[in-house]
Structures are given as C-alpha cells and as structure tokens.
C-alpha cells in the first residue's frame, strides 16, 4: 500500500504565500510524476504543476511566475510553494504521485495515488 499524506492548506490574504506538502509512504522503489492539482466549487479538477524524475516541470498558465513545485527525492515529498495568491487561487489542493512499489505478494507493481486534499482559501 501506497499512502500520500498532505499539509499545509490554510486561510490567507490576497499576496500572502503557503507551502504544501505532500508525502509519500509504503514500499515505494522508485517515482516518475509527482504533481499538484486543484479544484474549486463548480469547476473541474484542473492541473497546477508537475514534475517527473527527468526533472521536466510545467506549470498551469495561470500559477506561472507565482508558484514553485519542487521535490526531495529521499523523503518521496513533493512541495508547493505559492506566492502572491489571489482570491482565483481558492481551492482543495490534491497530490497526485505516480510510481513503483512492492506489494505484500513482493509483486513490483505501478501505482497512481492522490492525495486527501487540503483546502486553500485566499480571502481578505
């Protein structure tokens, strides 16, 4: 079993920042794609940033410039950071990781996980 575990949503002003977390655990051997997705009331999820083990990273058109994605290989922990925040930046926030890991039979198998989420309001 592969279990995400995230942190650090909170209530904040318009240009105020937050960093989340995002940790993985279980018998993991390796990752590929680790990612951050988001979605509000009434819309859709949508993607924010992603990063992959070849260090290739995209951002959404609308965080580029103000949000950071970064990852600590060793931790399996993938970071958000978000910086000037506007109140369109409202949302639950999910991880989403994708990977190898043992299972109890010792079968290596791929896995695609998401996160609890955790809410984001950006509010005055």
């Known amino acids: 079993q592969v279990q995400l575990v995230e942190s650090g949503g909170a209530l904040v002003q318009p240009g105020g920042s937050l960093k989340l977390s995002c940790a993985a655990s279980?018998?993991?051997?390796?990752?590929?794609?680790m990612a951050w997705y988001r979605q509000a009331p009434g819309k859709q999820r949508e993607m924010v940033a992603v990063?992959?083990?070849?260090?290739?990273?995209n951002y959404a058109d609308s965080v580029q410039g103000r949000f950071t994605i970064s990852r600590d290989n060793a931790k399996n922990t993938v970071y958000l950071r978000m910086n000037s925040l506007k109140p369109e930046d409202t949302a639950v926030y999910y991880c989403?990781?994708?990977?190898?890991?043992?299972?109890?039979?010792?079968?290596?198998?791929?896995?695609?996980?998401w996160g609890q989420g955790t809410q984001v309001t950006v509010s005055s």
């Open positions: 989403n990781v994708e990977g190898k890991y043992y299972m109890d039979s010792g079968s290596l198998v791929w896995f695609n996980n």
């Open positions: 990063t992959t083990s070849g260090n290739q990273i």
């Open positions: 279980g018998s993991i051997t390796s990752i590929n794609t």
